[in-house]
Antibody, heavy 121, light 107 residues
């Protein structure tokens, strides 16, 4: 069974840093691109970042570019999101997602349960 | 960036009704569109991908159609378990973008 388990969410002060982790199991981790998607309280879904299976390609939303870094460790089957210069508007539940290729594109087929980040000002 | 616009934002329907949700893209995205269902307090779940492909395990009352800029999610016969918010998402190009969501209420 494919499983994604996020951790690392916390209450942090504005300007602070946090690292989220996503432990993956049930599939060949290094073969699949992965992403982070967030959801602010009472709001819709916002794509944050994606990383290729090899880790060589990364993509970011403009809202987090230069502040967040996505990475992966295939030896630990774990995806990370290093978050810096945190702002109140980064307050959200962060979901880890697995990508499935269809042709030349990738859609997000499996989601973790999410981890909550609260940034206090 | 590609903007995704869903309509309606809220929909109230009765069990057994046929329900349609529309998603429009601000530019052509081929058929690189996914639909997700999110129940209250839960993570989103994939319903459809590539606009009209039903994800394994999803009931056949769900169907998707469209290409280019206009897409539709249809529930052929609404069930009480379908109470949720539905999101479309384009994966034609980065940054991936979601519609604002359609909250489906059961009368």
């Amino acid at each position: 069974e494919v499983q994604l388990v996020e951790s690392g969410g916390d209450l942090v002060q504005s300007g602070g840093s946090l690292r989220l982790s996503c432990a993956a199991s049930g599939f060949s981790f290094s073969s699949y691109a992965m992403s982070w998607v967030r959801q602010a309280p009472g709001k819709g879904l916002e794509w944050v970042s994606s990383i290729s299976g090899s880790g060589s390609s990364t993509y970011y939303a403009d809202s987090v570019k230069g502040r967040f870094t996505i990475s992966r460790d295939s030896s630990k089957n774990t995806l990370y999101l290093q978050m810096g210069s945190l702002r109140a508007e980064d307050t959200a539940v962060y979901f880890c997602t697995k990508a499935r290729p269809t042709g030349i594109k990738f859609h997000m087929d499996v989601w973790g349960q999410g981890t909550s980040v609260t940034v206090s000002s | 960036d590609i903007q995704m616009t869903q309509s309606p934002s809220t929909l109230s329907a009765s069990v057994g009704d046929r329900v349609t949700i529309t998603c429009r893209a601000s530019q052509r995205i081929g058929n690189w569109l996914a639909w997700y269902q999110q129940k209250l307090g839960k993570a989103p779940e994939l319903l459809m991908y590539q606009a009209s492909s039903l994800e394994s395990g999803v009931p056949s009352r769900f169907s998707g159609s469209g290409s280019g800029t206009e897409f539709v999610l249809t529930i052929s016969s609404l069930q009480s378990d379908d109470l949720a918010t539905y999101y479309c998402q384009q994966y034609s190009s980065y940054p991936y973008t979601f519609g604002q969501g359609t909250k489906l209420e059961i009368k």
